[in-house]
């Protein structure tokens, strides 16, 4: 079969899209590409449709070997990329042969890389997406992280290639505190003023507790009024408020329901930048209406539905 030969599979790689929905009655997370300003537009520099499947990367440490015509596209954080053992840069279009090399090594600012082809990979959906959730042993190659021997099949394409993104357009993601708007829950009120003033008013570090799962916090306490609640469905970008006080932003592998009050939940592309920021960073908390966050969440999917 043709396509990527895994020379070297790194410490964490995942093929992804934009998720699995419509299941979460049953259990089944979401799951999906964490940060999707990288990845959609990779697809959009590569005029590819924007639920095409694509490899997540964390960590760096990943080889590839081509055996086939294509062009590739790198998002994402900074990271090392050689083609062929020549330095290139990420946020571009490049053209690959058969025997060609790619290698993604140390990421330097950011935690994930998003790498796709023309069309995307040449692999079977499972229950509506490709996406992996190796929890549940679905999507992606047999519903695993890649692994050195793996084959990534594509077609061959001769489009055009070296497309590449403005800078102004590149996200930066060395940040020293990171501002995540909050739209408040129908529990925001178990929480009392004085409460909801601390939370919005300290910075809390990111713990090594942070994976596509969730993200854990550390800072101030808060507390609610509540000593629990009978579990029910949450959303991504979820702030469960636990009771050591410690917020839990819930991401896209997060379970399906749970029975912690919550303070309220992030803009989800606010989650996106959280995907990139590295432990031991800094967030804080912005609170914001609805009407302008609809309107933020527009103006932001506008950018990859317009021609």
Not at 37 to 66: C, P, Q, R, W
Not at 151 to 177: A, C, W
Not at 230 to 239: A, H, K, N, P, Y
Request: net charge neutral; with cysteine; charged share 25%.
């Amino acid at each position: 079969m043709s396509g990527f030969e895994v020379i070297k599979s790194g410490i964490f790689t995942l093929l992804q899209d934009k998720g699995r929905f419509g299941l979460t009655h049953l259990g089944v997370t979401n799951s999906g590409v964490m940060d999707e300003y990288a990845a959609l537009m990779a697809h959009k520099m590569l005029d590819n449709d924007l639920d095409t499947n694509i490899l997540e990367i964390v960590f760096g440490n990943v080889e590839l070997k081509s055996s086939v015509d294509s062009v590739v596209c790198i998002t994402g954080a900074k990271c090392e990329l050689f083609i062929n053992d020549i330095p290139c840069q990420t946020w571009k279009t490049y053209k690959i042969t058969n025997g060609d090399t790619l290698k993604i090594g140390k990421v330097l600012d950011g935690q994930r890389v998003y790498l796709c082809v023309k069309n995307g990979f040449d692999i079977k959906k499972e229950f509506g997406s490709y996406s992996t959730t190796i929890k549940e042993e679905l999507g992606g190659l047999n519903g695993k992280q890649l692994k050195k021997g793996d084959t990534l099949p594509f077609m061959k394409s001769n489009s055009l290639f070296g497309n590449r993104l403005k800078q102004i357009h590149i996200p930066k993601y060395d940040e020293e505190v990171l501002t995540l708007r909050v739209l408040l829950s129908y529990q925001e009120e178990s929480f009392s003023k004085a409460e909801k003033e601390k939370f919005f008013s300290s910075q809390y570090k990111i713990t090594p507790d942070f994976n596509r799962m969730a993200c854990r916090l550390s800072g101030e306490e808060v507390h609610s009024s509540l000593n629990g609640i009978i579990s029910e469905g949450i959303t991504f970008g979820s702030i469960q408020i636990p009771k050591n006080g410690q917020p839990i932003i819930l991401l896209k592998e997060r379970q399906t329901i749970g029975g912690y009050p919550k303070i309220g939940s992030v803009l989800s592309i606010d989650c996106f930048k959280l995907a990139q920021r590295k432990v031991g960073s800094y967030v804080r908390f912005e609170e914001i209406g609805i009407l302008e966050a609809q309107t933020k969440l527009k103006d932001f999917y506008n950018v990859f539905n317009n021609e």
